[in-house]
Every structure is written in C-alpha cells, then in structure tokens.
C-alpha cells in the first residue's frame, strides 16, 4: 500500500531564513507522481508541482526547490528566504499508476504547518 | 473566474440530521473528488467520480453519498449514519482522472455537530 510521510509536524522560522520540509513516500509500483499542495489559512489546497517517478531531475521556480531522490524515497521542498506569506500547511501526495488503470487518488501525508515570524 | 465553489462555508448538523454540502466546477473538469480533513491529519478520500452519473467510493465512504447529475456538480450528503461528522471537507475537481492530473480544490466546508 503506498504511503506518505512528514515527519516534521510544525517547522517555525524567521523571515529570510531558508526551511526545507521533508517528504518520505513508500510504493510498490515503478510508475508514479508526487505532488507539493500549499494550504494556507483561507483553507483551499493549492497546487504546487507535479513530479513523475522517472524524472529525477531537481526543479527551481522562484524562491521553491524540489529534490526528488528515487534512491531515498524523498521528495523535499525547500523554500529560499521565506517570507511571511509562506506560512501555511504544507502537503505532500503520492499517486500511483497502477496497471494502467490508475483513478487519480491521491494519498497525502500529514501536513507540516509552517510559520514564518516577521 | 474558473474555479471550484463550496457551500456553506460552516454547517451545523443536528443528531440524527442529513447534512448536503454543495460542489460546483466552471473548470469543465470530467473528474470529481470529495476529501475529509481532520486536524492534524492528511486528506482522505470520500468518493469520486470520472464522469457524469458515475462515481466510486473512496477510503472512507461510509455514513456518505453522492450523486453527480450534472457534470459541474457533485454534492456531498452527511448522513445521519455517519457518527463522527466534525470535520473540514473539501471538493477537487481534475480535467479528468488519472495518476498524473493534479487536482484543483475549493475552499472546503466546515461542519460541527450541534
């Protein structure tokens, strides 16, 4: 069964301090992709990146980074010089493409609530 | 604007009461989905649905039902069945299903017990 784990449960920091929130996933299957959503206050999930299994390759958009290593199960989000703005819940989802049948469902960690302090 | 519209945005259910929580798409999606959050916890799965007059149950459809009549609406009833209603729940909708279509969420509807 595939599973997603946020070890960190609340990560509190200083603005323009860097934070990385930490993602471990497990699955059986080869095809699959992971997803960063931010949940801010107003309570709406909103999407952040899209990842597939076979894409190793690390992504930078702005002040957000995305390490994804196959080898460790990891899908870590960094955020550069956080801003207050970035204080939210943070979730990381797996869905798997099971037999070409896949459904889209998406299995989510626990959320790691950041706060940025001004 | 596209996007995805929940309604209320705070429910109160009575003891023994059915609860229907609203979902509309503008984003002419084919696939539906209804997520339960609990504080401190992930999203579970409710129920989806691919396409007009088709849904599934997810991980936790008990004390739920759906109905998808119209591509651009899949409403959620809280049955009086379901005994630990109190929750945040929240709508997504996707252009259709499949692993790799991220999903796109309204901004959830809260429900208490009275």
């Known amino acids: 069964a595939q599973k997603v784990t946020q070890a960190q449960t609340e990560i509190s920091v200083v603005e323009k301090e860097d934070v990385t929130l930490d993602c471990v996933y497990e699955t059986r299957d080869t095809t699959y992709y992971l997803f960063w959503y931010k949940q801010p206050p107003s309570g709406e999930l909103v999407f952040l990146i899209r990842?597939?299994?076979?894409?190793?390759q690390n992504e930078i958009s702005g002040r957000y980074s995305w390490n994804f290593q196959k080898s460790t199960s990891s899908f870590n989000f960094t955020i550069t010089a956080s801003q207050v703005v970035d204080s939210a819940v943070y979730f990381c989802a797996l869905s798997e493409a099971l037999g070409g049948t896949s459904y889209g469902k998406l299995t989510f960690g626990q959320g790691t609530i950041l706060t940025v302090h001004p | 604007d596209g996007g995805i519209t929940q309604s209320p945005k705070y429910l109160f259910r009575k003891e023994g009461q059915n609860v229907t929580l609203s979902c509309e798409q503008n984003l002419n999606h084919d696939a539906m989905y209804w997520y339960r959050q609990d504080p401190g916890q992930g999203l579970r799965l409710i129920y989806y649905s691919q396409i007009v007059n088709d849904f599934q149950k997810g991980d936790i459809a008990e004390g739920y039902s759906v109905s998808r009549e119209k591509k651009e609406s899949f409403p959620l009833t809280v049955t009086s069945a379901q005994k630990n209603p109190t929750a945040f729940y929240l709508c997504?909708?996707?252009?259709?299903?499949?692993?790799?279509?991220?999903?796109?969420f309204g901004d959830g509807t809260r429900l208490s017990i009275l």
């Open positions: 990842r597939n299994s076979f894409d190793e």
């Open positions: 997504a909708s996707s252009i259709r299903q499949g692993a790799y279509q991220p999903q796109h």
